[in-house]
């Protein structure tokens, strides 16, 4: 439940509750969180305490509704701490509680919203399949009508929060006539209910404390109101509205990391001593941490300017895209020269750095892998130009 005084503050006065939670809770607590292979419940409680899961959803819904640039500049604040944090409450800020705004029913955003903004109802995204990854329109989960449920079956893989989650959204095939994403419908499915299993993989290479999961449905009953806005054959659809948002917010935590990144490598360089003076005063090390901020300012540059176009009202999708491609791939590289800077401590011991360099390996390929963003930015590119000379959401006037 969120304290009821934080509906009171002003985004500057929120953003400083976050920023000290980060630094005074969320940071400290790291190694707890590792030598106990899950973020630590008292740290769920305070996320949900302090209106993490309600940041993006409507005052109307019991959210606190801040834009997506205040967004972007919470999750930099949030995401200095490990971004494992961030994926306990990441589906239901995004991917789902966007598809349920903007597609469910009304009374879907009444039934669900409000819990999900008090972190009461965590809820995962639960698209991906073994054959129906970047390919999402080849997904095989069939949903079949029957009296007045849904009868699903089917898997899904690579689910964050599949194991904690309450409910999932589902998207399965409601018509077998018609093949990719026009025969695909969204469910809300009830994690308790008879038929679902979820399971966790045995090895995570980086965010080992908040695992990716599977969820397998065998003859699950989901009632004809759990249809995602009523309709079928509109689930992809639904999907890319959370997804656009998700995208921002991945861009926006390789930000988060990254800062965090090259503060603990420039603290280590500068109490490092080799051949009697610090590493700092080396030009090759100056020139390493200064070519990283450079990449990370732009990421973040990039990416706060995506939320302004964002809240003007339309979805800047190819600048979304470009953000999260440029940001994933930025924080990457930052993290590799920092573990490289770190020497022996890079690959020994617990020092921070290399444990966000495994993290931050993932966020190239979480919201659509960077050759994926690539091929499809280069498509738009084409298709835009042949049109009227111009690039995808240019700036021309």
């Given at each position: 439940?969120?304290?009821?005084?934080?509906?009171g503050?002003?985004?500057?006065?929120?953003?400083?509750?976050?920023?000290?939670?980060?630094?005074?809770?969320l940071?400290?607590?790291?190694?707890?969180?590792?030598?106990a292979?899950?973020?630590p419940p008292?740290?769920?409680?305070?996320?949900?305490e302090?209106?993490?899961?309600a940041i993006?959803i409507?005052?109307?819904?019991g959210?606190?509704?801040w834009t997506?640039?205040?967004?972007?500049r919470?999750?930099f604040e949030?995401?200095?701490?490990?971004c494992v944090?961030?994926?306990?409450?990441s589906?239901?800020?995004?991917?789902?509680s966007?598809?349920?705004l903007?597609?469910g029913?009304?009374e879907?955003?009444?039934r669900l919203?409000?819990?999900?903004?008090a972190?009461?109802l965590?809820?995962a995204f639960?698209?991906?399949?073994?054959e129906a990854?970047?390919d999402?329109g080849?997904?095989t989960?069939?949903?079949v009508?029957?009296?007045?449920n849904?009868?699903?079956?089917?898997?899904k893989?690579?689910?964050?929060n599949?194991?904690?989650a309450?409910?999932?959204?589902?998207?399965a095939?409601t018509?077998?006539?018609?093949?990719?994403?026009?025969?695909?419908?969204a469910?809300?499915?009830?994690?308790?209910?008879?038929?679902?299993r979820t399971?966790?993989?045995?090895?995570m290479?980086?965010?080992?404390e908040?695992p990716v999961?599977e969820?397998?449905?065998?003859d699950?009953e989901?009632?004809v109101?759990n249809?995602?806005?009523?309709?079928e054959?509109?689930?992809?659809?639904m999907?890319l509205?959370g997804?656009?948002?998700a995208r921002l917010?991945v861009a926006?935590?390789?930000?988060?990391?990254?800062?965090?990144?090259l503060e603990?490598t420039?603290?280590?360089?500068?109490?490092?001593?080799?051949?009697?003076?610090?590493?700092?005063?080396?030009?090759?090390?100056?020139a390493?941490?200064?070519?990283?901020f450079?990449?990370?300012?732009?990421?973040?540059?990039?990416?706060v300017?995506?939320?302004?176009?964002?809240d003007?009202g339309?979805?800047p999708?190819?600048?979304?895209?470009?953000?999260?491609?440029f940001?994933?791939e930025?924080?990457?590289?930052?993290?590799?020269r920092c573990?490289?800077?770190?020497g022996?401590e890079?690959?020994?011991g617990p020092?921070?750095v290399?444990?966000?360099?495994?993290?931050?390996?993932?966020?190239?390929?979480?919201?659509?892998?960077?050759?994926?963003?690539?091929r499809n930015l280069?498509?738009?590119?084409i298709?835009q130009?042949a049109?009227?000379?111009?690039?995808?959401?240019?700036y021309?006037?």
């Open positions: 439940m969120i304290d009821p005084d934080i509906f503050y002003d985004f500057d006065a929120y953003l400083e509750v976050i920023a000290d939670f980060t630094d005074n809770e940071i400290p607590a790291e190694n707890e969180m590792v030598e292979g899950a973020v008292r740290i769920v409680a305070r996320m949900a302090l209106g993490l899961f993006t409507p005052r109307a819904y959210g606190l509704e997506m640039e205040q967004q972007v919470l999750t949030f995401t200095r701490a490990s944090y961030r994926s306990r409450f589906t239901v800020i995004g991917l789902c966007q598809a349920i903007d597609h029913t009304e879907q955003r009444q919203l409000p819990a999900m903004a972190g009461e965590v809820t639960a698209l991906t399949e073994e990854g970047s999402a080849s997904l989960t069939t949903a009508r029957s009296g007045d849904y009868v699903l079956n089917g898997s893989r690579y689910i964050t599949a194991a904690w309450d409910a999932f959204v589902v998207f095939r018509d077998q006539s018609k093949p990719g994403a026009d025969g695909i419908s469910f809300i499915v009830d994690a308790g209910s008879n038929g679902v399971a966790l993989p045995e090895i290479n980086g965010h080992a908040g999961g969820i397998h449905l065998d699950v989901v009632p109101e249809l995602l806005g009523g309709v054959g509109a689930g992809l659809t999907a509205r997804i656009n948002h917010h926006a935590t390789c930000i988060g990391q990254g800062t965090r990144l603990e420039t603290a280590h360089v500068n109490g490092r001593r080799q051949f009697g003076s610090a590493i700092a005063e080396l030009g090759a090390v100056q390493t941490l200064g070519g990283s450079a990449e990370l300012e732009a990421g973040r540059s990039l990416t300017e995506c939320a302004r176009a964002f003007e339309s979805i999708r190819h600048r979304i895209a470009s953000a999260k491609l940001s994933s930025m924080v990457g590289r930052v993290a590799d573990v490289q800077l770190l022996g890079g690959i020994v020092h921070p290399p444990r966000m360099w495994r993290d931050v390996r993932a966020l190239r390929i979480y919201e659509g892998s960077s050759p994926i963003h690539e280069g498509r738009a590119m298709k130009v049109a009227d000379g111009t690039l995808p959401n240019t021309r006037v």
